[in-house]
């Protein structure tokens, strides 16, 4: 049984190592993926228009969506977060 509290001390302890960075300016400039998506909305208007305009031609019919436009609309926005988010990842490496 004493090996077993040893062993749940040593995890306890990598968990709490890995949960925040000890220098917080390390992660000054790197976003959330939600802010990275909020920032990357803009250079997805037009697939976003595209999957409103959708929205707006089914409303009230039923057995209808906008999936197709949706999933564009989201490629885009994740294209772009993906690189932001490798931006980052480089940024924190290099210091």
């Known amino acids: 049984m004493g090996d077993h509290d040893e062993v749940e001390a040593v995890e306890d302890e990598t968990v709490e190592q890995e949960e925040a960075p000890e220098d917080e300016d390390v992660w000054e400039g790197c976003h959330l993926r939600n802010d990275l998506e909020k920032e990357c909305h803009p250079h997805c208007t037009r697939d976003w228009d595209q999957y409103q ?29 993906r690189f932001a988010a490798f931006v980052c990842f480089v940024v924190l490496v290099e210091r």
């Open 53 to 81: 305009a959708c929205a707006q031609r089914i409303k009230g019919k039923e057995n209808l969506n906008c999936t197709p436009q949706y999933f564009v609309y989201y490629h885009c926005v994740d294209h772009c977060v």
